[in-house]
Structures are given as C-alpha cells and as structure tokens.
C-alpha cells in the first residue's frame, strides 16, 4: 500500500497589501501518494504559485497544516525549512537556474555540497545521475555550451541528485520548443515509471495531460482534483533502464 507523500490540510495564505487583505490560498486540502505525478493549474491569481511556494518550503502558511514525508513543515522556522528542502524536495524552474560559469559535474554536485557529502562521493554520485539524464558525455560542459533542453536536462539531474521525496517543476518546458518540450515530458515519464513522486505546475494543457491527476485552483480553493482519463504517454527513451 503506498503512503502519503504529502498531506496538506485547511492550508491558507493570506497577504495584507495595504490595508487589505489578500487571500491567495484558502482552506486547500489534498493528500498527494508516493510515486504519484500531479499537475496543479490555475489562471493567474488561483494561488497557483503560492501553493506551489508552499510545498516547496519557499514560504510558511497563515494557518492549516501541511505535512512532509513525516515533517510538519507548517511549524519549521526558517533554517529547518532549509534542510527540508535541500533533503526532500528536488527544484526544476522554467529558467533552469544553473551557475553559468560552472560545469555540468559542478551544478549537479551542488546541492551534494550542502549536505555535506564527501567529495569523491559526491563527484561519483552527480557524475550516475548525469548518466541518467543522458549527459554523461557533458561533464566538463558549461550552461552556455549547451542547448536549452541540454541545460534542462542538467537541472533536473541537480534535482534528482539527493534522492528527493517529491521533484517540483514549475513550468519546466516554458522555455523550450515543442520539440524540446516533448523530449523534457519523455523524460518525466521515465523518472514516474521509475518510481518518482512527480509534482508539475504548469498553465498549459497539453502538459498538464502528461500528468495522471489534474488539481485546478480557481480564487485560492480547489477547484477540481481528478484523474487523467487518457494521459499523454511520452515515448520510452531508455534513459533511466538500468546499466
């Protein structure tokens, strides 16, 4: 039987924005499983991007709980968040994100950096991960020699390498051609079928149906939460079978 992964309840945002006060989630609750890949959409100002702030440890709610592969995240002060967020979850932003005057093998290293890992260790565990993206031949690459899904690429093996609970990707084709897009998507696919916990935050369809379940939020409610009837299925890539 899978476990939660995450469980959110009652979750609320509020912002006082002069002598108003801004709702931007209210009273928004879902448990998300282990090796589950979500959507979240939303017009602008659903909350779409609060919420997603929220499950990223990026900001703490006004109230209403939310809870974390057993942490309670909603009562963590700031540096307890941190560690949370390096150890739990895995980033990938629409603007890749990347230190550009670093290599592929250094970028992906990083986040092995904070948590202390020793260097041999870390160089050979970044070194596996950049393998499964299909980067190996990339190492000594930086950003700028690479192409935008190359660089995407980098980004989700940065995110993948502390072996997080959930990967967290906001709009993470946004930049890319179709083409690329649909070559980013078939990776997502692989890294589900492997096991991951995927949660993507997007405000394009054909993306979204990549997913297996859609949570819509409209005004900083909920407002649907299905499955995915015929989920777009990314072709196979062999990218993640095992040596």
Known sequence: MKKNIIKITDLTRHYKMGQSIVKALNG?????EENEYLAIMGPSGSGKSTLMNMIGCLDTPTSGEYILNGHRVSEL???ELAQVRNSEIG???????????????????????????????????????????????RL???PNE?????????????????DPSILLADEPTGNLDTKTGEEIM?????LYRAGNTIILVTHENDIANHARRILRLRDGVIESDEQVANPVLAGQSNLLEPA
Do not use: W
């Open 28 to 32: 928004v609750t879902f448990d998300i």
């Open 91 to 137: 980033f990938v932003f629409q603007t890749f994100n990347l230190l550009p005057r670093t290599d592929c093998l250094k970028n992906v290293e990083l986040p092995l950096i904070y948590a202390g890992m020793k260097s041999s260790e870390r160089k050979q565990k970044a070194i596996s991960t950049l393998e499964k993206v299909g980067l190996g031949d």
């Open 77 to 79: 002060d700031d540096s």
């Open 140 to 142: 000594d690459h930086k």
């Open 186 to 190: 078939r990776l997502f696919e692989e």
């Open 146 to 162: 690479l192409s935008g899904g190359q660089r995407q690429r980098v980004a989700i093996a940065r995110a993948l390498v502390n």
